[in-house]
């Protein structure tokens, strides 16, 4: 009787330990690029420029005092554009929320927007831990599009 329970004991000895050895750390794992890392935040508008219709290479700040409390949220879930206190109109910028990818070859935020459902591609110009400026062709109507700069800080 003993023999056998040493016997079954071994066996399920040598069960556990291939068990054991065949489960593996994956050593595949992704690094996170640092401009993911650096844009996983909450960030602040600090200002919108466009063009000057009549000097085109100086800027014209379209940035509201309403926005000075608006933030947008970058996390692994997706993004949240979200109105602060002082409500401002979504003329200037689109408050929004939904999904977003860092497309490192061309250095820019794809954005899929569900709320307005709205594909954006903000090309970023600046991005370190503390401020982070974009450029978008916004064309709420296709015969005036306007490239707008935006600046925010976190």
Do not use: E, R
């Not at 996170?32 to 000057?52: A, F, H, Y």
């Not at 370190?128 to 800080?153: C, G, L, R």
């Amino acid at each position: 009787m003993k023999k056998q329970n040493l016997v079954k004991l071994m066996a399920l000895a040598v069960i556990c330990s291939s068990i054991l050895l065949a489960c593996k750390k994956d050593d595949n794992v992704v690094p996170v690029p640092d401009q993911v890392k650096k844009l996983m935040n909450d960030w602040k508008i600090t200002d919108i420029t466009t063009p000057k219709k009549t000097n085109p290479t100086a800027d014209s700040s379209i940035y509201k005092t309403c926005m000075n409390d608006d933030v947008i949220k970058f996390t692994s879930a997706g993004f949240d554009f979200q109105d602060g206190t002082n409500k401002c109109d979504s003329v200037a910028y689109p408050y929004s929320k939904g999904i977003w990818a860092y497309d490192l070859a061309k250095d820019s935020i794809q954005l899929g927007a569900t709320a307005p459902k709205k594909y954006m591609s903000w090309k970023v110009t600046k991005l370190n831990d503390s401020v982070m400026q974009i450029k978008y062709i916004d064309s709420i109507s296709p015969a005036n599009k306007v490239t707008k700069t935006v600046s925010f800080k976190h």
